[in-house]
């Protein structure tokens, strides 16, 4: 039995990746999810398979090296699935350090800790053992407004903003023991997710909870950055993928071919929770264009992304599957079936963050 050590599966995308895998591998694989727990980490994305067999959770900071350590010497692991990082771009804005420390120095101590199991003697590598980094589109910066320019993996890396600088240094990381030790590892960088679980402080959730409770939509500059919009289940789809049929030192590009602008995004939303919410919905007046309000703009905020997903297509016959307006409307749906989700990570510390990153917009 092939066992997985997963890093951040408490988050957004981790769990649903978590979700994924035992839907397909069912009670052939084994996973360890190792997870601090910060803000954005959420026990109860995962309370379906908490009491699997072959499910662990180990509370831990990926940069705290023997808590690593002391679960490569307890399980011989045969995937590292590599999430665990500060994902808000927003918030590396305000706080840059908190973003080094655990995108960097936390990926450093995973590929070392793998390292140390997996290495032979003479250095080669124990077969059949895989890292796959999961990094992001905004390694590559910003694209111009030209249809024609995508992101492809020959792209100059070229990040902006804390958080992509810090991802782009865990790439560099990843490339370094690959060149160096000829460590099996293999980087994913996937364009904007959303779906179940993701925490509101993003786009697309967040506009779905300001819309149900009849608050402003806020709306960075002018509107028109685009991003590329990939359902996060096909994302979970394409890491295994990559995983199993990458090439080791090799990146792979992951997205949607479902570029849009995020007043669109917005526009999309509104009409979907109207055809959505019964009339008996007291929310349903509230929710307009009204709410729309364009607030400053995002500091080095980039323009546009979008990426050619041409070499795990041709690799691993990985495609984006799922269209939006039908993933859209599954997300919608799922943030209206679980609003006690949303209760529960708004409470608390989300509405001072809110007020501290909205009020002087
Ligand atoms: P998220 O913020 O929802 O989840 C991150 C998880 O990592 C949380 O469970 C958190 O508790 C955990 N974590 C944070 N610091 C940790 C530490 N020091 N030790 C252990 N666990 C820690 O993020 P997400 O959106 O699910 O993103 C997951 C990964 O995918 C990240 O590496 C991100 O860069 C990448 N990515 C995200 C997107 C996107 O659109 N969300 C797109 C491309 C790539
Ligand atoms: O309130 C908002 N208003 C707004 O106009 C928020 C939160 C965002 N925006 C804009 C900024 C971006 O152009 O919407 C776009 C999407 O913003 P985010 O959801 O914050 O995502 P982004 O900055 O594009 O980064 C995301 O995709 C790549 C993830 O958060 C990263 O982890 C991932 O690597």
New binding site residues.
């Given amino acids: 039995m092939r066992t997985y050590l997963v890093t951040g599966g408490a988050g957004f995308i981790g769990s649903n990746y978590i979700h994924y895998m035992f839907d397909k591998y069912g009670d052939d694989i084994r996973i360890i999810n190792v997870d601090k727990l910060t803000y954005a980490g959420n026990l109860e994305n995962l309370k379906d398979i908490e009491d699997k067999p072959n499910y662990t959770f180990v509370k831990a900071d990926i940069c705290d090296k023997d808590a690593i350590a002391k679960i490569f010497a307890e399980n011989d692991i045969d995937r590292v699935v590599h999430f665990a990082a500060e ?4 918030r590396s804005i305000k706080e840059p350090e908190v973003f080094v420390q655990t995108n960097v120095l936390g990926t450093a101590v995973m590929l070392n800790s793998a390292k140390a199991a997996w290495e032979n003697e003479d250095g080669s590598f124990k077969e059949d053992k895989r890292f796959l980094h999961v990094s ?3 390694v590559y910066g910003s694209l111009p407004d030209d249809p024609n320019a995508y992101f492809y993996e020959t792209t100059p890396i070229d990040p902006h903003s804390p ?1 992509s600088a810090s ?1 782009a240094s865990s790439d560099f990381l990843v490339k370094a023991y690959v060149d160096t030790y000829r460590f099996p590892a293999i980087i994913t960088n996937c ?2 997710n959303y779906g179940p679980y993701q925490f509101p ?4 959730p ?1 506009i779905i909870n300001n819309c149900l409770a009849g608050k402003n939509l ?3 500059g002018d ?1 028109k ?1 685009v ?1 590329d919009w990939l359902y996060v289940m096909d994302h979970a789809k394409g890491i295994d993928m990559a995983t199993e049929q990458g090439r080791f030192g090799e990146r792979y590009n992951i997205g949607g071919h479902n570029e849009k602008q ?1 007043i669109e995004i917005i526009n999309i939303i509104i009409e979907t929770l109207q055809e959505l919410l019964p009339d008996s919905d007291p929310r349903k007046a509230n929710v307009t264009k009204d709410l729309i309000t364009y607030v400053t703009d ?1 500091k080095g ?1 980039d323009r546009r ?1 979008a990426i050619a997903p041409d070499k795990i297509k041709a690799e691993t016959g990985w495609y984006p599957e799922t269209m939006f307006k039908d993933g859209i409307k599954l997300t919608i749906q799922w943030y209206l079936e679980n609003e006690d989700w949303m209760k529960n990570v708004t409470s608390g510390n989300y509405q001072k963050y809110y007020d501290d990153m909205y009020s002087n917009r």
């Fill in positions: 994902s808000h771009v927003d992001t589109d905004e958080y991802k364009s904007n402080e993003k786009l697309i967040l806020p709306v960075y509107g950055n991003r995020n995002r905020h992304y």
